[in-house]
């Protein structure tokens, strides 16, 4: 996650997935020693709860920052209410935006986006892309209103949301999902001494 704050560092969260794996692999001398070549197809599914609260994590943030000439050190909170799954190749976002410069003169923006699913094949994940975002605010720092559609859109236009290990000898072909889960699919390449071992890559296709 990068927000273009300079408070806010980027943020990454690893996920332990467990969800159902199928795959038709074809394994070629793999096991005997230096030789061996493992290829084929996969297909991952993962319950998006877990990866919902992991991307809360993500989301949340705090920090100050000036939105005008004439107002400086405002005080703002993002909390995440919902992230996931709202069609085959579509994600909602739903956030809750405080902005607060005293106890009197606040901004709160309930704000809803949806955003695409692009696939981006050299670094094997799925970025959210094409953020549309439509903040609903109420209070009286009107500044806030103007500032914060831009905000997010730059933040989380083309947040990673799952990418591959570098050791993991897994493409990303094609992505899909449903009310309460996510599944990746693409093909397994791997070659003796040129990914991982043959241990490794036994252990990676346990469900």
Same mark, same amino acid.
């Not at 919902?52 to 000439?69: I, T």
């Not at 236009?157 to 999902?177: C, H, N, R, W, Y």
């Given at each position: 996650m990068l927000y273009p704050v300079e408070e806010l560092r980027d943020r990454r969260v690893p996920l332990l997935f467990q969800g159902a794996f199928a795959a038709d692999l074809h394994f070629e001398d793999a096991g005997s020693g230096d030789a061996g070549v493992v290829n084929g197809r996969y297909q991952f599914t993962v319950p998006w709860p877990p990866v919902?609260?992991?991307?809360?994590? #993500? !989301?949340?943030?705090?920090?100050?920052?000036? #939105?005008?000439?004439a107002i400086h050190k405002v005080n703002f909170a993002i909390e995440p209410r919902r992230f996931g799954p709202c069609g085959k190749e579509c994600f909602l976002l739903d956030l809750k935006l405080t902005a607060q410069k005293t106890a009197r003169l606040q901004q709160i923006c309930d704000t809803e986006g949806k955003a695409d699913v692009m696939i981006d094949p050299p670094t094997r994940s799925l970025l959210l892309h094409n953020l549309r975002v439509e903040p609903h605010c109420r209070g009286v720092l009107g500044a806030v209103v103007n500032f914060v559609a831009p905000f997010l859109t730059k933040s989380y /236009?083309? #947040?990673? !949301?799952?990418?591959?290990?570098?050791? !993991?000898?897994?493409?990303?072909?094609? #992505? /899909?999902?449903s009310a309460d889960s996510i599944f990746i699919a693409g093909k397994v390449e791997w070659i003796a001494n040129a990914g991982m071992s043959s241990a490794q890559v036994s252990q990676s296709h346990q469900p």
């Open positions: 919902e609260q992991a991307a809360f994590e #993500v !989301l949340r943030a705090r920090w100050q920052q000036d #939105v005008a000439p /236009g083309d #947040v990673a !949301l799952l990418q591959m290990p570098k050791d !993991l000898p897994f493409t990303i072909d094609a #992505v /899909g999902s």
